[in-house]
C-alpha cells in the first residue's frame, strides 16, 4: 500500500510560477475533534520547483490567506524529537522534517516514527558543516548524497525519502543549488523563522516571533524551527494553539509520486531498550545531546548558532543579492 500524490490535474501556481499538484489532505488518523489539524497537502515536483522560501528566493509555496507550512531541521533527537512529535500528533498536524544524516543514523527508531506519523521526511546534509557554501564541488556531493544515503537506511524503504533538501544555516550557494537541481532535488530555503535556535530564548519567544514574522509576510509562509532543542518543544503546542485561535490552517508539502504508507518500526520493548541504554540525562542541554550522537561534528556544532545567526540576519536584507 502506498501514500498516493496522484491528482489528475497539473498547475502553475500563477503567483510564484511554481509547478503543484494540489490534493487533499486525510484525516482518517485524527480522533481530536477539535484539533488544528491538516487542512490540505501541496504536492511538490522538485523538478518542476527547484528553490522553495521567499526568504532566499523569489518564490515560495503558492499558500492562500492563513495558511502555513511548519518544517523542522537538525533531529531526529529524544527527548525533544519525540516531545514535538507527540504535540503534532495532538493535535493532528503534517509537516516536514529536514534530517542530518548522522543524527539519523543515532537514531533510527525516531526516524521511522517520524515517517509512520505521516510527517514528510527530507534532507539537511550528512553532518550539518557550518560553512557548506565555501565547500569545494566533492565535499557538497559528499554531504548531499551521504545525508541522503544516511536518512535512507534509517527509514529502511529508499522509497520513503523525499527529494527535499534544505542547506545547514541556509548557507546556500550556486554550486550547492546546482548539484541538488541536476539529482532532482527541491532547496528549501524558508519565508518564516523564529530564532529558535538562539541560546536563552523562550518558548513564548519562539512563538511571538513566529506570529510576527507570519503576519508580516501576508498572513502565510514557510516556517523553520529545530526539534533539537527544549525550548521549540515546548513552544510547539502553544504556536499550534496560537495558530488555531487566529483562524490559521496548516499545509503539508509532499513530494510527486508513490511512497510507502509506512515503513517496518521495531517492537516498542526494543526501541524502550535502545533508548535507556543511549539515553541522556533529562538536564543535559540539546546541544551535548546532539554531540553525543555524532561526536565528529563536535567542532562544527559549537560553532553552529553564531553562524545560523548571521546566515539569517542576512536575509532580511539581500533580496537584491539572493532572490533570483
Known amino acids: 500500500m ?10 502553475a501556481g500563477s503567483a510564484v510560477g511554481l509547478a503543484v499538484l494540489p490534493t487533499t489532505a486525510s484525516a482518517e488518523d485524527c480522533t481530536n475533534p477539535d484539533a488544528l489539524g491538516t487542512s ?24 492562500d490567506d492563513h495558511e502555513v507550512v511548519i518544517t523542522f531541521d537538525d533531529g531526529p533527537l529524544a527527548p525533544h524529537t519525540t516531545r514535538v512529535l507527540d504535540a503534532l ?11 542530518v544524516g548522522t543524527m539519523a543514523r543515532a537514531n533510527p527508531d525516531l526516524v521511522r516514527r517520524i515517517y509512520n506519523a505521516g510527517h514528510v521526511v527530507g534532507t539537511h546534509s550528512h553532518r550539518h558543516p557550518v560553512k557548506m557554501d565555501q565547500m569545494e564541488q566533492p565535499r557538497v556531493v559528499s554531504e548531499i548524497d551521504g545525508g541522503i544515503a544516511a536518512v535512507k537506511a534509517a527509514l529502511g524503504d529508499e522509497r520513503a525519502l523525499a527529494p527535499f533538501f534544505r542547506v545547514p544555516g541556509l548557507a546556500r550557494s550556486r554550486q550547492i543549488e546546482t548539484y541538488a537541481a541536476s539529482q532532482s532535488l527541491s532547496v528549501w530555503s524558508a ?14 519567544q519562539i512563538v511571538q516571533r513566529a506570529m510576527q514574522r507570519i503576519e508580516a509576510k501576508g498572513h502565510r509562509g514557510v516556517l523553520l ?9 515546548r513552544a510547539v503546542p502553544m504556536l499550534l494553539k496560537r495558530l488555531k485561535a487566529e483562524g490559521y ?53 559549537s560553532k553552529l548558532a553564531s553562524r545560523k545567526t548571521r546566515t539569517i540576519a542576512s536575509t532580511t536584507s539581500f533580496e537584491d543579492i539572493f532572490s533570483r
Not at 500528533?89 to 534530517?99: H, M
Not at 519565508?191 to 513564548?204: F, K, L, N, R, S
Open 2 to 11: 502506498f501514500r498516493s500524490s496522484a491528482a489528475l490535474l497539473l498547475i
Open 40 to 63: 490540505r497537502t501541496i504536492t511538490v515536483d522538485s523538478n518542476a520547483t527547484p528553490r522553495i522560501g521567499t526568504m532566499q528566493y523569489r518564490s515560495t509555496l503558492p499558500l
Open 89 to 99: 500528533g495532538a493535535e493532528c498536524v503534517k509537516v516536514t522534517y529536514f534530517l
Open 191 to 204: 519565508d518564516e523563522v523564529a530564532d529558535d535556535w538562539h541560546h536563552g530564548i523562550t518558548a513564548e
Open 225 to 233: 524551527l529545530h526539534d533539537i532543542h527544549p525550548h521549540t518543544a
Open 249 to 301: 490552517k496548516i499545509v503539508q508539502a509532499v513530494p510527486a509520486g508513490d511512497r510507502p504508507a509506512s515503513v517496518p518500526e521495531r517492537s516498542p520493548v526494543k526501541v524502550a531498550t535502545t533508548e535507556q541504554q543511549g539515553a541522556v540525562p533529562p538536564k543535559e542541554p540539546a546541544r551535548k545531546a546532539k554531540v553525543a550522537a555524532a561526536k565528529p561534528d563536535a567542532a562544527l556544532e
